[in-house]
């Protein structure tokens, strides 16, 4: 349900987009709301959980989903429409944390392995499914019809809740730190936020003000963190090599790939010309890709260690936006389309579970929401932070292309300013504006779409840079499989140590 509604949006924006006359700013805080929401909460809401019961915090969550999709359904304007993605985001952030939390409780071993690969092959398939689905309805109902697909899935995940995930599982005794809460949530928003603004006209003191609050927040926290008695988030757990580092990793993999199915999407409809339905089945090659291939990331985790796995992974996403950077232009063909996406696929299906796995086998049980936690912060922060840079160097190299594009032009002279405004704040503004001048209707839209892929052009060349920089970070960083697993164990027996202290003191 939670992977569903990330991905819903991203289809719809052209249609969002003409719906409200949105700017590319407010289209990218639509894609980005329920991330954004998901990603400030999640540590907070984890640990939580952790104290109070997993499964209340994933009745609440899944019950609070229903108002969030009616609101974002029938949403009278993009700004509603943006709070409602957030509030969606808020209650993802109460049920999300508790699935793989309750998998590193139950499980162990090659067993818990084979679980985080499932869950991640289905979580990564179902959210790539979002464009298929959304596509289908958007060709026979209005745009809000995307946000209502989720209802029926979470009326069948209160049902299997309430009847199959046990009500405790290792659960924690600690009190919750929220006042390290409070401090994560204000970091991970104000950093977003700030990165969404930051191409907008005007709003200079606005993204300092987000940018100040980030850092602030961000020190606090640190602080905060380091002199808790019962710290939300143990610096001394993160600051292992298998935990940080697969975090950092799974972040760019997670962020790149939703990031390019972002902008993907608009570039399907708006330059190519797709229909709703056939952007989204076009993503369905990385949907059957990441289902088939992350089983045998689980497989080569066991035999071979989850460093050459992750770099396995990123050669695929690699090659993929190399591929899209080349191949992708105003005539591509769909064989051209469906190989980055193949390759896509491959490479989030041989990353996505090694760096899962690093995670929660770098935490003792009772850490399990900081283990859970931060693996839905690789795909909810690296998405959210991904689409915020992909989505701001789009629209800032749109804008470019087409002022220069205004300025070559014999005509120039004739635009206004309120016009030239219009022409650059997104693709659907500047398809508005050519209707109203349809003597210049045919200059207006082929400018449009040479600035979306001189724009795209931009987003993917950050997201090859973000690539390039995790597979140094892993290549140097992360150690191989039989270092690995002696780190695992010495930080197994170091908790297990730690817990007998902790009991011995409570006697």
Same mark, same amino acid.
């Given at each position: 349900?939670?992977?569903?509604?990330?991905?819903?949006?991203?289809?719809?924006?052209?249609?969002?987009?003409?719906?409200?006359?949105?700017?590319?700013?407010?289209?990218?805080?639509?894609?980005?709301?329920?991330?954004?929401?998901?990603?400030?909460?999640?540590?907070?809401?984890?640990?939580?959980?952790?104290?109070?019961?997993?499964?209340?915090?994933?009745?609440?969550?899944?019950?609070?989903?229903?108002?969030?999709?009616?609101?974002?359904?029938?949403?009278?304007?993009?700004?509603?429409?943006?709070?409602?993605?957030?509030?969606?985001?808020?209650?993802?952030?109460?049920?999300?944390?508790?699935?793989?939390?309750?998998?590193?409780?139950?499980?162990?071993?090659?067993?818990?392995?084979?679980?985080?690969?499932?869950?991640?092959?289905?979580?990564?398939?179902?959210?790539?499914?979002?464009?298929?689905?959304?596509?289908?309805?958007?060709?026979?109902?209005?745009?809000?019809?995307?946000?209502?697909?989720?209802?029926?899935?979470?009326?069948?995940?209160?049902?299997?809740?309430?009847?199959?995930?046990?009500?405790?599982?290792?659960?924690?005794?600690?009190?919750?730190?929220?006042?390290?809460?409070?401090?994560?949530?204000?970091?991970?928003?104000?950093?977003?936020?700030?990165?969404?603004?930051?191409?907008?006209?005007?709003?200079?003191?606005?993204?300092?003000?987000?940018?100040?609050?980030?850092?602030?927040?961000?020190?606090?926290?640190?602080?905060?963190?380091?002199?808790?008695?019962?710290?939300?988030?143990?610096?001394?757990?993160?600051?292992?090599?298998?935990?940080?580092?697969?975090?950092?990793?799974?972040?760019?993999?997670?962020?790149?790939?939703?990031?390019?199915?972002?902008?993907?999407?608009?570039?399907?409809?708006?330059?190519?010309?797709?229909?709703?339905?056939?952007?989204?089945?076009?993503?369905?090659?990385?949907?059957?890709?990441?289902?088939?291939?992350?089983?045998?990331?689980?497989?080569?985790?066991?035999?071979?260690?989850?460093?050459?796995?992750?770099?396995?992974?990123?050669?695929?996403?690699?090659?993929?936006?190399?591929?899209?950077?080349?191949?992708?232009?105003?005539?591509?063909?769909?064989?051209?389309?469906?190989?980055?996406?193949?390759?896509?696929?491959?490479?989030?299906?041989?990353?996505?579970?090694?760096?899962?796995?690093?995670?929660?086998?770098?935490?003792?049980?009772?850490?399990?929401?900081?283990?859970?936690?931060?693996?839905?912060?690789?795909?909810?922060?690296?998405?959210?932070?991904?689409?915020?840079?992909?989505?701001?160097?789009?629209?800032?190299?749109?804008?470019?292309?087409?002022?220069?594009?205004?300025?070559? @032009?014999?005509?120039?002279?004739?635009?206004?300013?309120?016009?030239?405004?219009?022409?650059?704040?997104?693709?659907? @503004?500047?398809?508005?504006?050519?209707?109203?001048?349809?003597?210049?209707?045919?200059?207006?839209?082929?400018?449009?779409?040479?600035?979306?892929?001189?724009?795209?052009?931009?987003?993917?060349?950050?997201?090859?840079?973000?690539?390039?920089?995790?597979?140094?970070?892993?290549?140097?960083?992360?150690?191989?499989?039989?270092?690995?697993?002696?780190?695992?164990?010495?930080?197994?027996?170091?908790?297990?140590?730690?817990?007998?202290?902790?009991?011995?003191?409570?006697?």
């Amino acid at each position: 349900m939670a992977n569903l509604n990330l991905s819903v949006a991203n289809v719809a924006l052209p249609a969002i987009g003409k719906a409200f006359d949105s700017s590319q700013t407010a289209l990218n805080l639509i894609a980005v709301g329920y991330s954004l929401g998901l990603a400030a909460s999640v540590l907070y809401l984890g640990a939580v959980g952790d104290r109070h019961g997993r499964k209340t915090l994933l009745l609440l969550g899944v019950a609070l989903s229903i108002p969030a999709c009616l609101l974002a359904a029938y949403a009278p304007d993009d700004t509603v429409l943006v709070t409602a993605r957030v509030l969606g985001g808020v209650s993802a952030g109460m049920a999300y944390p508790t699935t793989l939390a309750l998998i590193t409780a139950l499980w162990a071993g090659p067993g818990r392995t084979k679980a985080i690969a499932l869950w991640s092959a289905l979580g990564g398939g179902i959210s790539l499914l979002g464009p298929v689905v959304a596509g289908a309805l958007l060709e026979r109902f209005f745009w809000g019809s995307v946000f209502l697909v989720t209802l029926p899935l979470a009326v069948v995940a209160l049902v299997m809740a309430l009847l199959f995930v046990p009500a405790h599982a290792n659960e924690s005794v600690e009190p919750v730190d929220n006042l390290g809460g409070v401090l994560s949530v204000l970091l991970i928003a104000g950093l977003v936020l700030a990165i969404n603004f930051a191409a907008v006209p005007g709003e200079g003191a606005l993204v300092i003000g987000l940018a100040v609050v980030a850092v602030a927040a961000g020190a606090a926290f640190v602080l905060r963190q380091r002199r808790a008695p019962n710290p939300l988030y143990d610096l001394r757990i993160a600051a292992r090599r298998t935990f940080w580092v697969a975090a950092c990793a799974g972040i760019i993999v997670y962020g790149t790939m939703m990031g390019s199915a972002f902008v993907s999407q608009q570039y399907l409809q708006n330059v190519l010309g797709y229909d709703p339905v056939e952007a989204g089945a076009a993503i369905l090659p990385l949907v059957v890709m990441i289902v088939l291939v992350a089983p045998r990331s689980a497989k080569l985790v066991e035999t071979r260690g989850a460093r050459t796995t992750l770099l396995t992974g990123y050669a695929f996403l690699f090659l993929a936006f190399v591929w899209m950077l080349l191949f992708w232009g105003e005539d591509s063909s769909y064989w051209q389309i469906g190989f980055a996406y193949v390759l896509i696929g491959i490479g989030a299906g041989f990353a996505g579970t090694p760096a899962s796995h690093s995670l929660t086998g770098s935490v003792p049980v009772r850490r399990a929401g900081m283990a859970s936690g931060t693996a839905d912060l690789q795909r909810d922060l690296g998405g959210a932070v991904m689409q915020s840079v992909m989505g701001v160097l789009l629209t800032a190299g749109y804008a470019s292309a087409f002022n220069a594009a205004i300025a070559a @032009s014999p005509e120039s002279k004739d635009v206004s300013e309120q016009v030239q405004s219009e022409l650059t704040k997104s693709f659907a @503004s500047a398809g508005e504006t050519a209707q109203q001048h349809p003597q210049y209707a045919d200059q207006i839209v082929a400018a449009a779409r040479r600035s979306f892929l001189h724009g795209d052009d931009w987003a993917y060349t950050v997201g090859l840079a973000a690539i390039a920089l995790g597979a140094l970070l892993v290549f140097t960083l992360f150690p191989r499989r039989d270092a690995e697993r002696d780190l695992l164990r010495r930080y197994a027996d170091e908790d297990s140590a730690s817990a007998s202290t902790a009991a011995e003191r409570q006697r």
